[in-house]
């Protein structure tokens, strides 16, 4: 009799929990609870009450349903999902007063929250372009207090200040979240930042915002455990992005794949921001297209460390630069390392003119003289770049460089500049001595089968080592087979094979 029982009350509890996993979340319509998507009525407050409801529930999904819903700031709740059905719209507000009165709130936050989504086929739209108009109108009236947009910085572009144009998705201090399959256009700002978080899942999105300046991709900032992939990534600003802000932390443990990315500055960048650093990146399988600067860029000059990144099988066509590795001392209390960084299955082509031309947002014109730059991996005297292999890699240049355009004698190699405190970027260092790839500053280092092709003629050698310890080359091919494509000065322990040498001159 008891064991009956016992056994009724196992099989009713079995009964009721298979049936709350197969109920799933509940669901919670906006329209339902008055929200009307035609694009002008506000359903700020009507949304927020729905995801308080459902993140009361214990697992809820916030359903908009097809229609354009205007709407003004949101705060994401735990145990929420956002779901944006087909032809369905969140539209940000064009009122710049609508995310608050001084600094811009982003559309979509989401702070100290756990298991977060938002999912589904449909759009959140920033509204950029009325947005700013509204910020301008501010800005002219002298209703909105901004110290930045009257001066140009050192990109010599005028601009609101960045905490008067608001991001698209903000999420802060959150754990275990989902961003999958939903279309984000026409921020002001970075479009997506995820910042202190953990858990991260980013799949099958697209990011088309080319409306305004500074409009990254997406932003990963001192995360960890976190995953890229699949998405779709046309910015005004770097396309895909980890950075560290804050000294005691990093961004560890991140995977980024088959993702297809164009951009108006570098495609995937490790920094600028780079307080604490980055550990364990893999980065694999990627299409790269009309981007301004670096396919690849890896930065620490905040103090921050690198180690452990592994890039892999990339692809990037009209492309401003190959790779750019760069240790300097920006800020921080002291600099910090670069380390243990394999790129391999690389396949770039170089072209001569902008890369970005006719996007709508373009790049910052360089404006020192320069021919086309080389890739660049570069330390600082003293404190150097170290292990690092270039394996597998294919670079096609325009050539057509001048010396009447900018020229650096191979005798004169210590007058390229250090500029340790300078901004990171290809472009730093003004004219380079080397069509190819300059190194600078670097304690082991590998090149295994690299191939530069050039479809003009450049005057200018293939590489340049200066100041490196540990250089293995094997494998190297270059367009003009003779002496004085590689270019050694200061630079000790050179291990490289037989065909190799014969294009080797040390200075």
């Given at each position: ?79 929420v999902t956002l779901h944006l059905t ?156 980890l950075k560290s802000s804050t000294s ?260």
């Amino acid at each position: 009799m008891k064991v009956s029982t016992l056994h009724k009350r196992v099989v009713f509890i079995m009964f009721f929990v298979s049936t709350l996993v197969m109920a799933g979340p509940k669901a919670f319509n906006i329209v339902d609870f008055g929200a009307i998507g035609d694009g002008k009525t506000d359903n700020t407050k009507i949304i927020q009450q729905v995801i308080n409801e459902a993140s009361k529930s214990g697992d809820g999904k916030v359903i908009i349903p097809e229609g354009t819903f205007l709407t003004g700031v949101l705060h994401l709740k735990s145990n929420v999902t956002l779901h944006l059905t087909k032809h369905a719209v969140l539209l940000g507000s064009a009122k710049r007063i609508d995310y608050g009165p001084e600094k811009a709130s982003p559309l979509i936050v989401a702070k100290g929250q756990y298991h977060i989504a938002i999912t589904g086929t449909g759009t959140i739209d920033g509204n950029g372009r009325e947005l700013i108009k509204d910020i301008y109108k501010m800005l002219h009236a002298g209703t909105l207090e901004d110290h930045e947009w009257q001066q140009y910085n050192p990109w010599h572009q005028q601009r609101p200040a960045e905490r008067n144009r608001p991001m698209m998705l903000y999420v802060y201090d959150c754990d275990d979240i989902t961003v999958k399959d939903i279309t984000l256009k026409n921020g002001l700002c970075w479009i997506q930042d995820f910042r202190n978080s953990s858990n991260i899942i980013i799949d099958n999105i697209k990011v088309k915002s080319t409306t305004f300046l500074n409009n990254d991709g997406i932003d990963l900032t001192d995360c960890k455990n976190a995953r890229i992939t699949n998405c779709f990534v046309d910015a005004a600003d770097d396309g895909i992005c980890l950075k560290s802000s804050t000294s005691n932390m990093l961004c560890e443990n991140i995977y980024i794949a088959n993702c297809k990315v164009r951009s108006s500055a570098s495609a995937i960048k490790l920094g600028t921001a780079s307080s604490g650093g980055f550990k364990n990146v893999t980065i694999e399988n990627m299409e790269i297209y009309d981007t301004f600067r670096s396919a690849i860029a890896i930065e620490s000059v905040d103090g921050g460390h690198i180690e452990n990144i592994n890039v892999s099988n990339i692809n990037a066509v009209n492309t401003g630069n190959a790779i750019f590795i760069r240790l300097g001392h920006r800020s921080g209390e002291s600099i910090g390392t670069a380390k243990n960084i394999h790129i391999k299955n690389i396949k770039v082509q170089v072209p001569l003119g902008r890369p970005d031309a006719g996007y709508e947002m373009s790049g910052p014109e360089v404006r020192e003289a320069h021919n086309t730059f080389p890739s660049s991996i570069v330390g600082v005297p003293n404190h150097n770049i170290e292990n690092v292999v270039i394996e597998n890699v294919e670079i096609s240049y325009p050539g057509l460089s001048q010396k009447e355009i900018a020229y650096v004698p191979l005798t004169h190699l210590m007058n390229v500049p250090e500029r340790i405190q300078d901004y990171p970027e290809f472009s730093m260092f003004g004219e380079l001595p080397a069509y190819g790839f300059y190194v600078r500053h670097v304690k082991g280092i590998t090149f295994k089968n690299v191939k530069l092709t050039l479809e003009n003629k450049d005057f200018r050698p293939a590489f340049i080592f200066d100041d490196v310890e540990g250089l293995e080359m094997n494998n190297i091919d270059t367009p003009t087979r003779e002496k004085g494509q590689i270019i050694l000065t200061n630079s000790t322990k050179t291990s490289v094979d037989k065909e190799t040498k014969l294009l080797t001159e040390h200075l």
